[in-house]
């Protein structure tokens, strides 16, 4: 699962219970007609769930592919099986955890399987290179963020040894590279990270494929941020149409998309453009991943900014509740996300004119973050932004001043497009 090649196209279901049907017989001497079958071989059970779990993990479906890895494992661990064999099983098991937001659980399986890699293989062979890249996912799930970085350019630095430089397989690297540097904030650099990744992908697997249209929607994520839309619709477009002709339209992976869409339809004030966007994202998501996964806090985020941004204050303040309660649940009281979902009900409670809620708030969005992470954390910003409008609206102007020196003075002023915009409504 660590390569950037996109599964087959639809009909999904059809081909999913094909391959089980099929891989059903295999493990099975190729009967199914007995109530209690025995496989002649208990060391192949391992492989056999693990690829079923493969099929549904092509298609997002997790929860289908979790019960088969933990019994892949379960047969490894029971068995004779390889030390190989195994370390698949662990790695496989931390892909579904990490997608699954079971993040702690997932860094458990990965540390356990990358230690058994790098004894049945070697410290730098590339298969430890793709592991690297889960472990990235990881702690960038985490919040993490440069520890991510430190893995997958350890990740990165491997491929090169065995590969050169413009060979596609490097391309996925880079990309997660990129993610991470947007995650910090710094654009400029995760921009020529992925137009590097972009250049080997072209050449690799082609403007049409799935993998190039997905990394597209990233790149088209960034331009949002940026504020650059224009640009960033034409890219998301691009990567919809794509992912529509392998999924289907109403694909719960087609999430991260409508999230894209929806921030550029609110940026040009097509709020009900966007309510449906993200509210199509949001039912995806409960129903494929549960309403408490971290995907789920974080389309209500989304969905909180909207109702605040079109003066819907009743119905933001109910979403952006539910969010912090989401996040804090699935990711913990101190990751980043859960420290944005605070100072977006800060920013709605400063419309309201509920300035002491808002103060609370914010100060605690802020101690999460400079507590936990860097201190030129980008959503650092965001919370000096809120407060800085919540002392105006107050008359404090003294720390308004003190807070807009601070912005100014962080390095590359790389937060800017990030920061929230709080309406004013007097």
Known sequence: MAGGKGPSPKPVGTKIL???VILGMILFDGSISSAKPKPKNKKSLCT???TMARVYMAYGDYGKAQPLVEQALTAARTTNASDSELSLCLLDTAYVYNEQAKLHDAEVM???GLKLQKKVYYNEHPYVAYTLRILGSIYQGQGRYQEARVVLDQALAIMLKSHTPDAHVIAPFKVDI???LVAQGDFNDAEDYYQQALDLINTGYGPEHLYTANVLGKVARLYTIQGRYVEARELINSTRKAQEKVYGPEHHLLVPTWLTMAEICKAERDYDQAEKLLQKALVAVEKKRGAEHPLAGKVLISLGELYTANGNYAQA???CQRAIEVLEESLGPENDHTAIALNNLASLYICQGK??????LCSRALEILENSFDENHPQVVCVLKTMAELYRRT???????????????MPGNRHVAQAPIVRNVE
């Not at 300035?355 to 609370?360: C, D, G, Q, W």
């Open 48 to 50: 056999v769930l693990r």
């Open 178 to 180: 990129a993610e991470v």
């Open 355 to 360: 300035y002491s809620e808002a103060h609370n």
């Open 18 to 20: 094909a391959l089980i």
């Open 110 to 112: 990965c540390e356990l």
């Open 395 to 409: 008359g404090n102007t003294v720390e308004v001043a003190k807070l807009v020196q601070r912005i100014e003075e």
């Open 317 to 319: 303040q109910s979403i």
